[in-house]
């Protein structure tokens, strides 16, 4: 992190939706670590989980609202005296979408849509960050992923971020609100939960190697991904808090700008944990995109990104963390 950014940290109020959660946690974590004026998270724990959190409760520049971003007036309260938003709060996972997309537009875009309301009302805050994703690609083909070049949705999930850029696009014309999109690729690391119908591909092939069971592979396992290592994105948020003007109501590809295939991850997780183990091979799921890798320059020029830890690093981390819990 440049060290500019941590003066500016100290001087600054953060509101952090989502904030219990693997990605916000991650985050409040760092902030909180550079000595952060206040962070407040906004969270109804329901993906995310208080034990993220707890360490930070006794902090006096540490504040916890157990509130749902459906309503409105909670998110205008949550944000009385903040400076900078990172708005990561939202139902994941495009199987999850998949079977009730009710419940996710009613969180990904109303919601989403309560958080730019209350900004927008509010005079203090300077800038919403927000949680958009490489599902937004959908249906291209086109490799590596270039931000002005999207596909089709192939899920309500992916649905719910593209509304969610339209509409932070549109409130900048409209009422000249200032946002910053981060389209996460595949984020891993420490707090991602293995638990639950929806959980994601890292969590649960650790889970797997914890537990001496095979895990489940969709497909062939030569679907690739843009593995992202948390840290990396917990640093794209602090710098598009921070990011010049000009950088403002775009978004961005966070992700480390390389792909490995499925197959590639499970045996690299392996050499991680030192252990041989067969995956089982199941159907595809619905949904999926079959591969995806991301141009990282726009955030590289623009927000000043870099992805400092790199796959393998991150899974030796990630699989450290996850063996002691
Ligand atoms: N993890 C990834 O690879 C990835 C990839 C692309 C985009 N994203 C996006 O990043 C953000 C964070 O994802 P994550 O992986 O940390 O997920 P997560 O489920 O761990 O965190 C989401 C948090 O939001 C909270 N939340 C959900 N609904 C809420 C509501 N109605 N009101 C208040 N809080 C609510 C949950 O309790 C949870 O703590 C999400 O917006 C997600 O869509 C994640």
Known sequence: MKEIYKHKIAQSSFLITGGAGFIGSNLVEQLLASDAKKVRVLDNLSTGYLYNIEPFLQ??????????????????????????????AALGSVPRSINDPITSNAV????????LVAVKENTQVKRMVYAASSSTYGDSKVLPK??????????PYAVTKLVNEIYADVFAKSYGTDTIGLRYFNVFGPNQSPNGAYAAVIPLFMQALKDGQSPNIHGDGEQTRDFT??????????????????????????ACGERISVNQLWKG?????????????????????????????????????????????????????????
């Open 59 to 88: 902090k006096p520049n540490f504040e916890f609202i157990e509130g749902d971003i459906r309503d409105l007036k909670t998110c205008q309260d949550a944000l009385q005296g903040i400076d900078y938003v990172s708005h990561q």
């Open 108 to 115: 990904n875009v109303s919601g989403f849509l309560n958080m």
């Open 146 to 155: 270039v931000e002005e070049t999207i596909g089709k949705p192939l899920s």
């Open 229 to 254: 290592f948390v840290t990396n994105a917990v640093n794209a948020n602090i710098n598009a808090f921070f990011a010049e003007t000009d950088a403002a109501n775009h978004v961005y590809n966070i």
């Open 269 to 325: 997780l392996q050499q991680a944990a030192n252990i041989v183990m067969e995956a089982t091979y199941v159907p595809p799921r619905p949904g999926d995109v079959r591969d995806s890798l991301a141009d990282i320059s726009k955030a590289k020029n623009l927000l000043g990104y870099h992805p400092e830890v790199k796959v393998k690093e991150g899974l030796q981390k990630t699989w450290d963390w996850f063996s002691r819990e």
